[in-house]
């Protein structure tokens, strides 16, 4: 079988996260007379398909005439590009992926785009579930390691160069963080504990200080959590987020009780996970009265199928710490 080009692996990933409705790029909005607005449609739509411009677009006359859309018609992604979120990776031996195939439809001998490009031994999605072949691993993830590195460094050049002449290009500037929170996405799900890449998107979210894209990164952390869940890099993002939405989320408490499930979850298919039950003691700190006393609750029954997980009794040792002060402070008051 001829090798593919690496590059075309690559951009195959990102062409599946970018279809992701969750993890994938936001929409592009115009910041200036001169910006070029994207407008997707279906394959299906018919040519004579005319665009509503929205009202708060019509700033100016000549903002968003026909002379600055242009229509990007979206391709399927060899018939791979998930309908739903994803939420969880994994990496498959090609032997596997005969069964894989024959699962969802696809027989050894059909014929069309997947066969033609062989992505139908590289990539698999169904339910949600991205499969990745070990085959193409290595060159997948220098490829990947190679577009980061480059995205990242013309990044930092126009951040400097916007620092020193104090002019900033919004389209440039657009397109430059899309550009490296694409290549750090793919990166990361092929080296979870790639920290200059973890690094890279907490820049781009610190200046960007979106509610939105501080949630998708929750999402799309817990995908990488999905086949390295004793990652340090990913749980650690994750608390990082936490503490830059902690005081403008109104359902702070509702994250919290997702945060304390995903680990549990978690826990139960990797065993003697550190890392995930520190991630759950440091989120007592962020919880109500009430949640905490749930949490301690709900840890005895956890902790008597797993007498040998000591994690889980630190967990309940912090929780009743925790919950004592709040009963102290609140009968002194």
Known sequence: MEELDPLELLHHLEGILESDPLIGKPPFHPSSPNAMCDIV?????????????????????????????????IQPIAKFA?????????FIHPSQFVLLNEDIGISSASVGSVQKTNFGTLFWVKDHKLGISTKVLFPLYVAA??????????????????????????????????????HSRALLLLSCDFGTAWNSRKLVMSKKQSLSMFMNELIFSSVILSHSPKSEQAWSQRRWVIKMIAGNCSNLQEIME????LVKKLAERSKMNYRAWYHRCWLVSYMSEEQVLQEFNKSREWAGLHVADNSCFHYREVSFRYGAIIFIQASVN
């Open 41 to 73: 449609v279906d394959v299906a739509t018919p040519l004579d398909y005319s665009p509503k411009i929205p009202k708060t677009f019509l700033l100016r006359n000549d903002l968003c005439g026909k002379s600055h859309f242009h229509i990007r018609l």
């Open 82 to 90: 998930p309908q739903k979120p994803l939420d969880e990776i994994g």
């Open 145 to 182: 390691k190679n577009a980061f590195v480059e995205a990242y460094k013309n990044y930092k050049l126009h951040r400097r160069h916007d620092k020193n002449t104090s002019i900033c290009s919004s389209s440039s500037s657009l397109s430059l963080e899309s550009e490296l929170m694409k």
């Open 258 to 261: 997702r945060e304390s499930e």
